[in-house]
């Protein structure tokens, strides 16, 4: 099992920008895709951005697509999620995912076996 603790969640002005980071532990991750979900309140979980394990793939959901980038760093076991231009639409409990076997668009909770615990980010409006 892949452990996740994600990092750098918090309130900011629409406009502005946050770095949100996922430390992973546990057996290898460096072999699976890593994705960043998010729920907003009332609302399904939503996929947002997955990496393939190489990190020469990317993928974006439409809503994020131009904004967020993610990248990862196999050797620190690190996924790291920028996010620039927040919305309010961006409010959100965001999620780091672990072993998924592949990476690409509009990916399911279930295509990830492995959640961290989740951080806020608040963009008010």
């Known amino acids: 099992q892949v452990q996740l603790v994600e990092s750098g969640g918090g309130l900011v002005q629409a406009g502005g920008s946050l770095r949100l980071s996922c430390a992973a532990s546990?057996?290898?991750?460096?072999?699976?895709?890593m994705g960043w979900f998010r729920q907003a309140p009332g609302k399904e979980r939503e996929f947002v951005a997955a990496i393939s394990w190489s990190g020469a793939s990317t993928y974006y959901a439409d809503s994020v697509k131009g904004r967020f980038t993610i990248s990862r760093d196999n050797a620190k076991k690190t996924v790291v999620l920028q996010m620039n231009s927040l919305k309010p639409e961006d409010t959100a409990v965001y999620y780091c995912?672990?072993?998924?076997?592949?990476?690409?668009?509009?990916?399911?909770?279930?295509?990830?076996?492995?959640w961290g615990q989740g951080t806020q980010v608040t963009v008010p409006s």
């Open positions: 546990g057996r290898t991750c460096s072999s699976y895709a």
């Open positions: 995912a672990g072993e998924g076997i592949v990476a690409g668009q509009n990916l399911e909770s279930a295509d990830f076996g492995s």
